[in-house]
Nanobody, 124 residues
């Protein structure tokens, strides 16, 4: 298992940008496929993006493709989510998750460990 902690959330105007970070503990960070999920008010947690162990393959939800970029720095035990052209609909609590899956997955139950989440609020 790995402990995760998100940061970088906040209030931003529509069309603006925000960069989220997820810091992980442990020496085995590079063994995990990492994912970003979000949960808006009254909604279930939904897939946003995922990245392979080496960062060479990425997966995005259609709603964020072309606007969000997921990356990771295994030397720093950190995964990032660069969010550009933010929309009001992006408002949610964003969670970082880790999975032992060998490929990126959009399936919520595939992720074993979660951070506490960071709030992203986009004003119209």
């Amino acid at each position: 298992q790995v402990q995760l902690e998100e940061s970088g959330g906040g209030l931003v105007q529509a069309g603006g940008s925000l960069r989220l970070s997820c810091a992980a503990s442990g020496r085995t960070f590079s063994l995990y496929v990492m994912g970003w999920f979000r949960q808006g008010p009254g909604k279930e947690r939904e897939f946003v993006a995922a990245i392979t162990r080496g960062g060479m393959l990425k997966l995005y939800a259609d709603s964020v493709k072309g606007r969000f970029t997921v990356s990771r720095d295994n030397a720093k035990n950190t995964v990032y989510l660069q969010m550009n052209s933010l929309k009001f609909e992006d408002t949610a609590v964003y969670y970082c998750g880790a999975t032992t899956s060998s490929t990126p997955t959009r399936v919520l139950n595939d992720y074993n460990d979660w951070g506490q989440g960071t709030q992203v609020t986009v004003s119209a």
